[in-house]
Nanobody, 126 residues
Framework: QVQLAESGGGLVQAGDSMRLSCTTS????????MAWFRQAPGKEREFVAA????????YYADSVKGRFIISRDKTKNTGYLQMNSLKPEDTAVYSC???????????????????WGQGTQVTVST
């Protein structure tokens, strides 16, 4: 089974940029979808973005559309979340997730994903 490992979290100021990485333990097949979710203290985990590994089709939550960019590098078995114009409300633990064969309508649901990384803290100060 594929394992995921995130990196790149930390503390930044509002307006700054940060890139998160999610590296898979094995070559990821084209059927996989990789997604990023986040969970702020006292809140439920929410969808951030997803990318279809083979086609590169992307999906975004409205709250990050236009500021965040999800991508993947097949040669490095790594997905990325480029976060720009960060806001204090972006503060959360960010987790990457993956699963094969996720249909479009289920892309935004955490229940669609079978493999999760350990999460990385992103803190945006004012």
């Amino acid at each position: 089974q594929v394992q995921l490992a995130e990196s790149g979290g930390g503390l930044v100021q509002a307006g700054d940029s940060m890139r998160l990485s999610c590296t898979t333990s094995a070559r990821t097949s084209g059927r996989y979808v990789m997604a990023w979710f986040r969970q702020a203290p006292g809140k439920e985990r929410e969808f951030v973005a997803a990318v279809r590994w083979n086609e590169g089709t992307t999906y975004y939550a409205d709250s990050v559309k236009g500021r965040f960019i999800i991508s993947r590098d097949k040669t490095k078995n790594t997905g990325y979340l480029q976060m720009n114009s960060l806001k204090p409300e972006d503060t959360a633990v960010y987790s990457c997730a993956a699963a094969p064969g996720v249909i479009t309508s289920a892309t935004y649901s955490e229940r669609s994903y079978t493999t999760w990384g350990q999460g990385t803290q992103v803190t945006v100060s004012t």
